[in-house]
């Protein structure tokens, strides 16, 4: 990641569920390879069918391609409030997941992940009653 990781650890969660529904079509086609791959020769794969080199060749090129398919985080940041996902190489259905984390964040203290809404402390953040009282009061 070129731009950095600029945001509190209260959204760990909603980034780690963003980055494994980014990542999914990676590793089903990475654990179809693994599993073609210890089945090869065996005719105990599914259906009773021996799993040939070819099979195995077919399932690791499809694995390669999801690879290239996946996108590369350039910064991950709070900005006015929310959470900010940049992607390059990314498809339209996986924009439409980062949309979905920078929506959760505005629910979800940035700094404990309780429930929480966006507040202005001087700064917009969205926060839980808690660390909002606090930032006040550091304000004053
Ligand atoms: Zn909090």
Redesign the pocket.
């Known amino acids: 990641m070129s731009g950095g990781f600029e945001c509190g650890d ?1 959204w760990y969660h909603i980034i780690d569920a963003l980055c494994c529904a980014l990542y999914a079509p990676y590793s089903l086609a990475q654990q179809s390879y693994e599993g073609r791959l210890k089945a090869e020769g065996k005719a105990e794969y599914v259906g009773g069918r021996v799993v040939t080199a070819e099979d195995v060749e077919k399932a690791r090129l499809a694995m390669v391609a999801a690879g290239k398919a996946v996108p590369v985080a350039t910064q991950v940041k709070e900005k006015f409030g929310t959470l900010r996902f940049y992607l390059r190489n990314a498809s339209e259905e996986q924009f439409h997941y980062v949309h979905m984390a920078e929506v959760m964040s505005s629910r979800v ?6 429930p ?1 809404t966006r507040r202005d402390t001087g700064w917009m953040r969205t ?2 009653d ?2 909002e009282a606090e930032q006040l009061a550091r304000a004053q």
């Open positions: 209260g203290c940035e700094i404990c992940g309780a929480g926060l839980c808690l660390h």
